[in-house]
Nanobody, 125 residues
Framework: QVQLVESGGGLVQAGGSLRLSCAASGRTFSTYAKGWFRQAPGKEREFVAAVSWSGGSTSYADSLKGRFTISRDNAKDTVYLQMNSLKPEDTAVYYC??????????????????WGQGTQVTVSS
């Protein structure tokens, strides 16, 4: 079964940090662009960050630049999202995704072909 599996979510106080991981299983995604998205209750899923297949190019939502960092380890077929200085408004389910059609980082949900099940991140004030 082809899947992406997120981990690393949890409850953290405002100002804290979390590192999310997304590992692939069932097939390799090491040549795919990868991204992180999030969805808060009652809101649409939104773009967080993306990385090219090589890891050499990244893209971020403007509001998150400077606090979040995306990276990948193709040897482990894993993508990471380091989140610092977390705020209550960062509370959401975070999803990773992999896109086969483009090697560059993309912010459009429709560009991604595979999705994980999500991991909950809750930031308390």
């Amino acid at each position: 079964q082809v899947q992406l599996v997120e981990s690393g979510g949890g409850l953290v106080q405002a100002g804290g940090s979390l590192r999310l991981s997304c590992a692939a299983s069932g097939r390799t995604f090491s040549t795919y662009a990868k991204g992180w998205f999030r969805q808060a209750p009652g809101k649409e899923r939104e773009f967080v960050a993306a990385v090219s297949w090589s890891g050499g190019s990244t893209s971020y939502a403007d509001s998150l630049k400077g606090r979040f960092t995306i990276s990948r380890d193709n040897a482990k077929d894993t993508v990471y999202l380091q989140m610092n200085s977390l705020k209550p408004e960062d509370t959401a389910v975070y999803y990773c995704a992999a896109g086969a059609r483009f090697g560059s980082p993309r912010s459009n949900l429709a560009d991604y072909d595979y999705w994980g099940q999500g991991t909950q991140v809750t930031v308390s004030s």
